[in-house]
């Protein structure tokens, strides 16, 4: 091999290497942990909370909870940003409402 080939080859080899460090940094943490107080009032709250529809059945002490629905977190710093607790009013199939109920309720 030629000179101008070496340093081709060499170049490759370091690129490729660089690259697996970088993923390997990567994959060991991307996800994002939820803030353990901030876990722990969630909870308390939703303890409080009516929730006939079963929108917080994903709630859990045992999960983080940047992974539950309807919470939104900080994708750095962990830190819940959003709830999404609005809730439609009930539709049967004809687009009606219905008087059932699925509304969040309770003390807060």
Known sequence: MDGSC???VFIFVW???LSNVDLCICNASSEVQCIP??????LKMKRHLSDPSNRLSSWSPHENCCNW???V????T???LELHLTTP?????NGKTTNETSAFGGEC
């Not at 009013?89 to 199939?93: A, G, I, L, R």
Request: aromatic content about 4%; some cysteine; proline content about 7%.
């Open 6 to 8: 070496n340093i081709a």
């Open 15 to 17: 690129l490729l290497a």
């Open 37 to 42: 107080i901030e876990q722990d009032a969630l």
């Open 69 to 71: 629905a309807l919470v």
């Open 73 to 76: 977190c900080h994708n750095i």
């Open 78 to 80: 962990g830190h819940v």
């Open 89 to 93: 009013p009930p539709f049967d199939s």
